[in-house]
């Protein structure tokens, strides 16, 4: 059994991780740790977690507790990370990892020190729909890709329109929350890196103290490819997809930048749309079930500690270029 400490009574350790630590057949949620003791016994007592604790020192001295879920704002995760590294518990961490690119090296660099493993919570890598992208590119069934698109822009629910859209200080805004998922997801599915962007952003009534709540941006890969995205909080009734064209063919995914395991890929050559077969699975589940996977030593976690790296570097990278206006190339880590 692996028993889990919930660093955060967080909105999505309730509604999709708790649930998906409990879901496996090898885990248990053992502990949760607040900033307030009075929210960690709320929380431990609607999930039924055993022991609850308003300091997260107490719940690193646990020695019971192998790997932690860090689900806290994201100012907190860099110090967090860090110090259970130096607990020598493994650790699955939300994105953004960090504000800043330092921040999350140090994170990753901790977590190699200590030898333990460090995942990121990018859950789209997960869904079935953008796997089943990338084992078609890989194989070449679109040829050459020259092109890709990702339709991020959704409508924040009401019960999120906090922090992200009032608190820099804490990483709000549309591009540390939604681009991030975005870049890692490109990332992912055309096996390549970027290498720079270009973006501009708005606030359309959402974001405040300076947070913007929409983004359209392009980065360029290493390989050539370019890719446009739009990500948003304001987009009340736009679908979500992604698209990858190639100098044979084209994928086109509806409905993929999500939480639900939902959502069609459709290959589309030679003048023909075929359907691809998806067998939809719970991404958080799987996101839990490659990291315990990975404490086995049985392979890498779907994201790694340098993958949630990668993706705050692009995220920080489009938010200079639509502060300055300029094209700002992606730093190595
Ligand atoms: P929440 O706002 O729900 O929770 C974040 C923190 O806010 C909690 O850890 C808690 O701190 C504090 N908090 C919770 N309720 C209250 C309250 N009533 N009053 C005051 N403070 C409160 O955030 P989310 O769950 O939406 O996001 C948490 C993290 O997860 C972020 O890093 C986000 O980017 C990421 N995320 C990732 C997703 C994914 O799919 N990978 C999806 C959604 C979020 P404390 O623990 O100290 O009590």
């Known amino acids: 059994m692996v028993r889990w400490g919930l660093i955060g009574a967080s909105t999505i350790a309730r509604e999709w991780m708790a649930p998906a630590i409990a879901a496996q057949p090898d885990c248990v949620v053992a502990a949760v740790a607040s900033s307030n003791a009075a929210r960690a016994r709320a929380f431990a007592a609607e999930m039924s977690i055993p022991r609850h604790y308003g300091a997260v020192d107490e719940l690193l001295a646990e020695s019971e507790i192998e790997a932690v879920y860090i689900s806290t704002t994201n100012e907190w995760h860099e110090q967090q990370v860090i110090a259970a590294a130096r607990a020598g518990k493994h650790v699955l961490c939300e994105k953004p990892l ?50 890709a698109r990702g339709f991020h822009a959704v409508y924040l629910p009401e019960h999120l329109q906090g922090w992200r859209i009032n608190r820099p200080e804490s990483g709000g805004g549309v591009i540390l929350d939604i681009t991030v998922h975005g870049a890692d997801t490109l990332r992912f599915v055309l096996d390549n890196e970027v290498r720079e962007v270009t973006a501009m952003t708005a606030s359309q009534g959402m974001g405040q103290a300076g947070l913007e709540d929409s983004v359209m941006g392009v980065m360029r890969f290493q390989n050539g490819v370019l890719a446009q995205f739009h990500d948003a909080f304001t987009a009340r009734h736009a679908f979500t997809g992604f698209e990858v064209h190639g100098t044979t063919g084209s994928l086109y995914a509806r409905d993929v930048m999500t939480q639900q395991p939902i959502g069609t890929v459709t290959l589309r050559r030679d003048g023909r749309d075929e359907d691809v077969p998806i067998t939809h699975e719970n991404m958080y589940e799987r996101s839990v079930a490659r990291f315990v996977g990975a404490i086995r030593g049985e392979g890498p976690p779907s994201a790694t500690g340098e993958d949630g790296a990668r993706s705050l570097a692009i995220a920080l990278a489009v938010r200079e270029s639509a502060q300055t206006g300029r094209v700002i190339s992606v730093p190595a880590l």
Do not use: F, S, W, Y
Request: proline residues 2%.
């Open 98 to 147: 960090a504000l800043t690119l330092d921040g999350a090296r140090r994170m990753v660099q901790a977590c190699a020190d200590a030898r333990v493993v460090m995942a990121t919570n990018h859950h789209l890598r997960n869904a079935a729909t953008h796997r089943a992208m990338r084992k078609l590119i890989a194989e070449g069934a679109i040829g050459q890709p020259l092109a």
